[in-house]
């Protein structure tokens, strides 16, 4: 059974550029999260999408926007990086949008220089 | 506003020397207390799912329980592979996690 998998693992890029990074969720699960973490915290929740729709937001930027895919698999677009936007991104994926236990995926490391 | 604190932030023990973790949490209508373990650079670990005071949970050496304030991961007889930051998140109405920032645990031999 093929848990969440994320793409690139490791990406760098240069302030101002854009970026997208991958996810697949878990088999059997349709909803997928996306959070950032920053080094020595926690992860913070970004959005959520289920049924190819964005159900809710943390407290980000528009210049972090999404898409879900009717495979259930997702992207996250960072617009005009910067420097603060070095993390590492996590995708979880669960079923339905009131499912308790999120699996995460390996995450993917940004570098912004 | 939703809000999870961990305790204590690194903790230090020697093979085989039990211990507990905090998880302090302030959310309207907890709808699930859940916990992660997390290696350096990797994701987080799925550990346990508790949603009701007075509810424990078992694998291996850990344990988890829960009260309506908190909630603790007790480690008994760690050994070194246990040695980890491990991640506490609460979810209430939105049920989205809020996330602690985590206990930093090494185990020495």
Excluded: M
Aim: proline share 6%; aromatic share 10%.
């Amino acid at each position: 059974d093929a848990g969440v998998t994320q793409s690139p693992t490791h990406l760098i890029k240069t302030r101002g550029q854009q970026v997208t990074l991958r996810c697949s969720p878990k088999s059997g699960h349709d909803t997928v999260s996306w959070y950032q973490q920053a080094l020595g915290q926690g992860p913070q929740f970004i959005f959520q999408y289920y049924e190819e729709e964005e159900r809710q937001r943390g407290n980000f930027p528009d210049r972090f926007s999404g898409h879900q895919f009717p495979n259930y698999s997702s992207e996250l677009n960072v617009n005009a990086l910067l420097l603060g936007d070095s993390a590492l991104y996590l995708c979880a994926s669960s079923t339905g949008t009131s499912a308790h236990t999120q699996y995460f995926g390996p995450g993917t490391r940004l570098t912004v220089l | 506003e939703d809000q999870v604190t961990q305790s204590p932030e690194a903790l230090r023990l020697q093979e085989g020397e039990s211990s507990s973790l905090n998880c302090s949490y302030t959310v309207s209508g907890l709808r699930g207390l859940f916990w992660y373990r997390q290696d350096p650079g990797k994701g987080p670990e799925f550990l346990f799912t508790l949603y009701s005071a007075g509810e424990e949970k078992e694998k291996e050496r850990l344990k988890a329980t829960l009260t309506k304030k908190e909630s603790f991961l007790h480690i008994t007889a760690p050994k070194p592979e246990d040695s980890a930051t491990y991640l506490c998140a609460a979810s209430g109405g939105s049920y989205i996690p809020t996330f602690g920032r985590g206990t930093s645990l090494i185990v020495h031999p």
